[in-house]
Nanobody, 128 residues
Framework: LVQLVESGGGSVEPGGSLKLSCVGS????????IGWFRQAPGKEREAVAT????????WYADSVKGRFTVSEDDRARLSYLQMSGLKPEDSGMYYC?????????????????????WGQGTQVTVSS
């Protein structure tokens, strides 16, 4: 059973930082993507960052470039989303997800439709 569990969310003031973690279990794929998504109330889920596991290929939404960094320890099935310079518009539920096994690099994979397995989410609130 594939499982993803996020942690690290919380409440911070604008300009603050948080580091989200995602631990995966139940899979031994060699090639796959990890995606970080967020969803604010009343809005669609949007991709924030993705990483092609084991190769370090990353993609970032324009709204977070230069402020967020996605990384991983693929052997430990861990992914991280370091967030700095947080803004109120960054608030929302943050999810990590994985595509499942892929045949190779398939581009940015920056849409929810590409992801088969999801964590339960961790809440991020940025306010003063």
């Amino acid at each position: 059973l594939v499982q993803l569990v996020e942690s690290g969310g919380g409440s911070v003031e604008p300009g603050g930082s948080l580091k989200l973690s995602c631990v995966g279990s139940g899979y031994t794929w060699s090639w796959y993507y990890i995606g970080w998504f967020r969803q604010a109330p009343g809005k669609e889920r949007e991709a924030v960052a993705t990483i092609y596991s084991g190769f370090g290929y990353t993609w970032y939404a324009d709204s977070v470039k230069g402020r967020f960094t996605v990384s991983e320890d693929d052997r430990a099935r861990l992914s991280y989303l370091q967030m700095s310079g947080l803004k109120p518009e960054d608030s929302g539920m943050y999810y990590c997800a994985t595509t499942g096994p892929v045949t190779g690099y398939l581009g940015d994979r920056n849409a929810p439709k590409y992801y088969s397995y999801w964590g339960q989410g961790t809440q991020v609130t940025v306010s003063s």
